[in-house]
């Protein structure tokens, strides 16, 4: 297996100072931070890959949480933790849909956050203690994760879930490209992010979830927010079934519903294909193919309410699949900072979320920008010396770069 040299620093990638928009970091207003914001989304127009710019935000425009801790897949552990329970292989896949919808609890419940860029070679560990669902007793599971970023120019990351009591594992990287329109922002999975892998080791099973795109409205309004649009799919070629999760498009006029469709059938594996991209029906495919005699479960509700399921044409018995607005994010177990390495996010960004909490803002820029040219240094340095960066908790193979292994003997402490 061949390690995946990290992607070298764009040379064309440009960079916006933000001195040259007219930020004034003195000026703390409402009117001041609306007027920076306007210039900005100004300048972002037309540019293909808002993700890929080099753009120094001020402190005071940013929510004091590292990207690394913000964006995961795992706002609720205990619905991933509890996948491989069911013996049924249709069950286990309502269980993963189930995940799904969980883990999209910051979208449907905050705004849209903007944390710290991470640096490359940053990291991430946490853990969580928390009981199965209808479990008859207290016992607790322990589920941990393990995130690193690979790449910086474009920002790509790698992440590791594990669940070692009930034999549940997850990896994947995460990579988005944004492209602003002039009221919105599109966002879509980057060539890297083909979605999150999922195994069942007590079932021998492998289960691949797309990402779906979105749209990020509300900018204008200082209420920024995610709708998601077209659908995701989730494929298990062990037990050949597949899921297809299609997002409805909203109304011009009236609120926001959010409401989805989807349904579980059958499918036949294209294993050649499996080997170096994940099995996906064809991009022109609809839910409306799937016939009803062929459906085995269907989805109806909306991701940031309830989802109701029943089994496929055979019962109309109506079941609760999720209720979001009964669920909160599940608050992360992070070790204490004075037994953290030198590059995990806390500590790396520590001075600056004090700083920014404080309402120092001017003290937070200037720390944050010592970060930023600490990483030019590094950079610099690699590139005088000839030397490429490799991730040191991931191995991410040539062959599949999607899908990061995390290394043996790794001594982590969460």
Same mark, same amino acid.
């Given at each position: 297996?061949m390690?995946q040299?990290s992607p070298?620093?764009s040379e +064309?990638?440009e960079?916006?100072?933000?001195e040259?928009?007219g930020?004034?970091?003195n000026?703390?207003?409402?009117k /001041?931070?609306l007027?920076f914001i306007m210039t900005l989304?100004? $300048?972002? !127009?037309?540019?293909?890959?808002i993700? +890929?710019?080099?753009?120094s935000?001020?402190?005071? &425009?940013?929510?004091?949480?590292?990207n690394?801790?913000?964006?995961?897949?795992?706002?609720?552990?205990d619905?991933?933790?509890?996948?491989?329970?069911p013996?049924?292989?249709?069950?286990? &896949?309502?269980?993963?849909v189930?995940?799904?919808?969980?883990k999209?609890?910051? %979208?449907?419940?905050?705004n !849209?956050?903007?944390?710290?860029?991470?640096v490359? @070679?940053?990291?991430f560990?946490?853990?969580? +203690?928390?009981?199965?669902p209808?479990?008859?007793?207290?016992?607790?599971v322990?589920?941990t994760?393990?995130?690193?970023?690979?790449?910086?120019h474009?920002?790509?990351?790698a992440?590791?879930?594990e669940?070692?009591?009930? @034999?549940v594992?997850?990896?994947?990287?995460?990579?988005?490209?944004?492209?602003?329109s /002039?009221?919105?922002?599109?966002?879509?999975?980057g060539?890297?992010?083909? /979605?999150?892998?999922?195994?069942?080791?007590?079932?021998?099973?492998?289960y691949?979830?797309?990402h779906?795109?979105g749209?990020?409205q509300?900018?204008?309004?200082?209420?920024?927010?995610?709708?998601y649009?077209?659908?995701?799919?989730?494929s298990?070629?062990?037990? $050949?079934l597949?899921a297809?999760?299609?997002f409805?498009p909203?109304r011009?006029?009236g609120k926001?519903r959010?409401l989805?469709?989807g349904?579980?059938?059958? %499918?036949?594996?294209?294993?050649?294909?499996s080997?170096?991209e994940?099995? &996906?029906p064809?991009?022109?495919?609809?839910l409306?193919?799937?016939?009803?005699?062929?459906?085995?479960?269907?989805f109806?509700?909306?991701w940031?309410?309830?989802?109701?399921?029943?089994h496929?044409?055979?019962?109309?018995?109506?079941?609760?699949?999720?209720?979001i607005?009964?669920?909160d994010?599940?608050?992360?177990?992070?070790k204490?900072?004075?037994?953290m390495?030198e590059f995990?996010s806390? $500590?790396?960004? +520590?001075?600056v979320?004090v700083?920014i909490?404080?309402?120092?803002?001017? $003290?937070?820029t200037?720390?944050?920008?010592?970060?930023?040219?600490?990483?030019?240094?590094r950079?610099?340095?690699?590139?005088?010396?000839?030397?490429?960066?490799?991730?040191e908790?991931?191995?991410?193979?040539?062959?599949?770069?999607?899908?990061?292994i995390l290394?043996?003997n790794?001594d982590?402490?969460?």
């Amino acid at each position: 297996m061949m390690a995946q040299k990290s992607p070298n620093p764009s040379e +064309n990638s440009e960079f916006i100072k933000t001195e040259n928009l007219g930020f004034d970091e003195n000026d703390n207003s409402d009117k /001041g931070r609306l007027g920076f914001i306007m210039t900005l989304l100004k $300048k972002l !127009i037309g540019v293909s890959d808002i993700a +890929n710019l080099r753009i120094s935000l001020p402190a005071q &425009m940013l929510d004091p949480i590292p990207n690394l801790e913000h964006y995961t897949w795992l706002d609720r552990p205990d619905y991933f933790a509890c996948l491989s329970q069911p013996e049924d292989p249709l069950e286990r &896949m309502i269980g993963v849909v189930r995940y799904c919808f969980s883990k999209e609890l910051k %979208f449907a419940k905050e705004n !849209i956050k903007k944390p710290y860029n991470s640096v490359l @070679g940053e990291k991430f560990l946490c853990h969580w +203690n928390v009981p199965l669902p209808n479990a008859t007793d207290e016992k607790t599971v322990k589920v941990t994760m393990v995130s690193e970023q690979t790449s910086h120019h474009p920002p790509i990351s790698a992440f590791w879930y594990e669940c070692k009591e009930t @034999g549940v594992v997850a990896c994947g990287m995460d990579q988005v490209k944004a492209k602003f329109s /002039g009221t919105s922002f599109k966002v879509e999975p980057g060539s890297t992010a083909k /979605g999150i892998y999922i195994t069942l080791q007590n079932h021998g099973e492998e289960y691949h979830i797309s990402h779906p795109s979105g749209q990020i409205q509300g900018i204008l309004t200082g209420s920024p927010n995610l709708a998601y649009q077209e659908s995701y799919v989730i494929s298990c070629p062990q037990t $050949k079934l597949r899921a297809f999760i299609e997002f409805k498009p909203e109304r011009w006029i009236g609120k926001s519903r959010y409401l989805i469709e989807g349904k579980v059938f059958n %499918f036949e594996p294209t294993y050649e294909s499996s080997k170096t991209e994940p099995d &996906m029906p064809p991009s022109s495919f609809k839910l409306s193919q799937v016939k009803d005699e062929h459906t085995l479960v269907n989805f109806w509700g909306s991701w940031r309410s309830k989802v109701f399921y029943n089994h496929g044409h055979t019962t109309k018995e109506e079941k609760l699949l999720i209720d979001i607005e009964e669920h909160d994010i599940v608050p992360k177990i992070v070790k204490p900072m004075e037994e953290m390495e030198e590059f995990e996010s806390r $500590k790396i960004w +520590n001075e600056v979320t004090v700083n920014i909490k404080s309402r120092e803002f001017s $003290k937070a820029t200037k720390a944050k920008q010592a970060i930023e040219d600490a990483q030019r240094k590094r950079t610099a340095l690699r590139k005088e010396k000839g030397e490429i960066h490799e991730p040191e908790y991931f191995i991410i193979s040539e062959e599949q770069p999607h899908k990061p292994i995390l290394k043996d003997n790794l001594d982590l402490k969460f």
